[in-house]
């Protein structure tokens, strides 16, 4: 997607309707954006804002115009029509299209993660021996293998690297809300 640099009159307007950046060329913008529905936002860091035509669903059938309203975003790519209204803190995160973020304190990524995966849980034995990797491809028939082959330790040696590799892979210093995600 092509971005560019706000208008002085994009400016203009949207320091008229209470927003603030830390600097405004490090704000830039898709076809299709309209400053029309952008109110009350501070900006910092470098944020990519796509187009707001369309309304979003927020639940049970209920839609809103798309923009972004009442929110910090920081270091952000906000995608085509989505909605972030009362978003107290929102840094470093990657929003996708049809995204609906509503009165929420904060959604920050610092330094990196690997979100959840790579995280053991002891299973089976409270006492220790038979943990668990968790990762966004583990099944049923990996999980079994992991708990309960302990005593091969060449073969769960081998899977552990290979989950591990598969976990590394996955490391981001960005989040990420996914397409019609709604967070509130």
Not at 135 to 142: E, K, P
Not at 161 to 166: D, G, K, N, V
Request: hydrophobic share 35%; with cysteine.
């Amino acid at each position: 997607m092509a971005f560019r640099n706000l208008t002085n009159d994009e400016i203009a307007q949207l320091q008229q309707q209470g927003c603030r950046a830390e600097d405004w060329q490090r704000i830039r913008v898709a076809a299709g954006f309209s400053a029309d529905s952008v109110s009350n936002c501070e900006f910092a860091g470098e944020v990519t804002i796509g187009s707001s035509e369309k309304d979003v669903e927020i639940g049970n059938g209920i839609r809103r115009p798309s923009g972004l309203h009442n929110s910090f975003i920081k270091d952000c790519s906000i995608g085509d029509d989505v909605l972030v209204s009362g978003v107290r803190y929102l840094c470093g995160y990657d929003v996708a299209e049809g995204a609906v973020l509503e009165n929420i304190d904060e959604i920050i990524m610092t330094g990196t993660g690997t979100f959840g995966n790579g995280t053991e849980l002891e299973i089976v034995n409270e006492g220790g021996g038979r943990e668990l990797i968790i990762y966004d491809r583990l099944s049923a028939q990996i999980a079994y293998l992991q708990v309960m082959y302990r005593h091969n330790e060449k073969f769960i040696g081998a899977l552990r690297r290979i989950i591990t590799e598969h976990v590394d892979s996955l490391r981001s210093g960005r989040g990420e809300v996914g397409t019609g995600a709604k967070i509130r």
